[in-house]
């Protein structure tokens, strides 16, 4: 059987069983390995030149374990054997984020080039200002409907959480405006369902026209947590706003910044 017409198959029977965000997440990594590897026989993959090929395009250990996994599941959906090689080790205690300067840079190119007279405009205005207020994961801001958000007091109750437990997010004053102002047709709460790829080509815009290095929702997401610990926040308030159910993992964020943590040390030296 050939890549392409598995890819096809596969991705058919996702539709139906899996949720419609995982078949999103899994036809944008499928669709990548196909431009990877042609239209090769399944019999011919080999997960060792395939993670030297995804090396060699500068993929992380972390992206590079999802799409060897996602392969892993279609070859056996298939009843393909495979070699069942280790993961890559990941970099679980360093994640990418952008300053607080960096941050308001992106806020000031965002009102510069949102056009009020364009609802797409509006949409991916609103989508990137939740993003940057929130920190919320990006499943967590494709399922939110205008039933979660409430205009009156800035915040969204946030439903289809990672935990399964309900939290709430706040928005800063500006955000809530804009959506309060600026109400979409539709169930949802930025009008239709949002998909992967729609998002992908927000955040891709962005990073395109102001050279960032790296611009996802993970990194606003881990943005916000560092300079809100270094703004002084507690560890249990960010835990609560990103919805982390351990504090060890917001605790993360204490040794993102080497520079911050060196003059944090230099204060608190006793001798």
Do not use: W
């Amino acid at each position: 059987m050939k890549l392409e017409e598995s890819i096809k198959k596969y991705l058919e029977n996702s539709l139906v069983m899996k949720s419609r965000g995982t078949y999103e997440f899994e036809k944008v990594h499928l669709n990548a390995l196909f431009s990877y590897l042609g239209d090769v026989s399944l019999n011919q993959i080999n997960f060792y030149d395939l993670i030297r090929l995804m090396k060699q395009k500068g993929l992380s250990n972390n992206t590079i374990n999802k799409r060897i996994g996602l392969m892993k599941r279609l070859l056996k959906f298939f009843n393909f054997e495979f070699e069942n090689i280790p993961k890559l080790r990941e970099n679980n205690n360093r994640f990418d984020y952008l300053s607080a300067l960096e941050i308001k840079r992106i806020k000031k190119y965002l009102l510069v080039n949102l056009n009020y007279n364009s609802l797409l405009s509006i949409r991916n205005t609103q989508i990137m200002f939740v993003f940057i207020d929130t920190g919320i994961r990006l499943s967590e801001l494709m399922a939110l409907k205008k039933t979660d958000y409430n205009a009156n007091l800035g915040l969204i109750c946030l439903k289809k959480t990672k935990n399964h437990k309900e939290r709430i997010v706040y928005l800063s004053s500006f955000t809530n405006e804009l959506l309060k102002n600026f109400s979409l047709k539709g169930h949802y709460l930025f009008g239709c369902k949002l998909t992967y790829s729609i998002i992908r080509r927000i955040f891709e815009k962005v990073k395109k026209d102001l050279n960032l290095k790296k611009f996802s929702s993970h990194v606003l997401r881990h943005s916000l947590a560092t300079n809100m610990l270094k703004n002084g926040a507690g560890i249990e308030d960010v835990a609560n706003i990103l919805g982390h159910s351990n504090y060890n993992i917001t605790r993360i964020y204490l040794h993102l910044d080497d520079e911050y943590m060196r003059e944090k040390y230099d204060l608190i030296y006793p001798y």
